[in-house]
């Protein structure tokens, strides 16, 4: 069973598309014990195979992701609450799924004039707070396959729209623990974001409101706050999943 997780993991690193052989390699497993496998889970749904040959995520695993992301929603939205009691400005939960950032949970600001991001939403990783801090998760080299499948349109002029200055910014936000979108997709919004350590699925926290309440002195505050709040998170996830 775990070399089975093992396989649809590396499938789904890929962006979802492998070929057997492609797959072997990957896995370090033998040609036939790899197409065992992936013969196994191609009749649970789990995969399918294309008439190419090459191997794609099934449609199985779309109901078992959406429920296990709904659950990871249900269970941050405490801690998304205390950011909004500590920040004043919207909390929001997102996963990276495949290429596209998905905003999963959210607790909104009690300030009239607050910013709401719908629950579902899909949008590309490269202008959003939360989006660049998953992706300083990953090498360099993915991150340049994933906006090379993607593209990075410019929502302000403010956008990261070079794949140099975007790596650039992720070794900054590496170094420093946090993420910050400076009106990179909303003009006159900001964002400040983390990745959560020990998360079953590549997802972040994210703080966001009008430029003008999280000034920079504002985002120095509340950056390490948001990194103490992720860590002890994340150490209830490993409790919860263990």
């Not at 993991?9 to 797959?23: F, I, K, N, V």
């Not at 033998?30 to 992936?38: G, K, N, Q, S, V």
């Not at 195979?49 to 296990?68: E, M, N």
């Amino acid at each position: 069973m775990e070399r089975a997780f093992d396989l649809l993991e590396h499938l789904a690193d890929a962006g979802g598309e492998l070929a057997l052989s492609e797959l072997a390699e990957a896995s370090g497993l033998p040609m036939p014990t790899a197409y065992r496998l992936m013969r196994t889970m191609v009749k649970g749904g789990y995969v399918r195979q294309q008439p190419s040959k090459r191997y794609v995520l099934g449609p199985r695993l779309i109901r078992l992701g959406d429920g296990a992301t709904r659950l990871l929603g249900t269970w941050a939205r405490p801690m998304l609450a205390r950011l909004v009691d500590d920040t004043g400005e919207t909390a929001n939960m997102a996963v990276l799924e495949g290429d596209e950032v998905v905003y999963v949970a959210q607790v909104p600001s009690r300030h009239s004039m607050r910013m709401f991001t719908e629950v579902g939403l899909r949008v590309r990783p490269h202008s959003t707070g939360v989006g660049k801090a998953l992706l300083a998760q990953l090498p360099d080299d993915a991150v340049r396959a994933l906006v090379a499948r993607t593209g990075m349109p410019a929502g302000t002029p403010r956008t990261l729209t070079d794949p140099d200055a975007l790596l650039a910014e992720l070794a900054v936000i590496r170094s420093r623990g946090y993420a910050l979108d400076d009106e990179e997709q909303e003009p006159g919004v900001r964002c400040v974001a983390v990745a959560l350590p020990g998360s079953p699925a590549p997802a972040g926290f994210s703080v966001s409101g009008p430029s003008g309440r999280l000034t920079g002195e504002v985002v120095a505050r509340v950056g390490p706050m948001m990194l103490r709040l992720a860590e002890e998170f994340g150490r209830e996830l490993t409790a919860r999943t263990s």
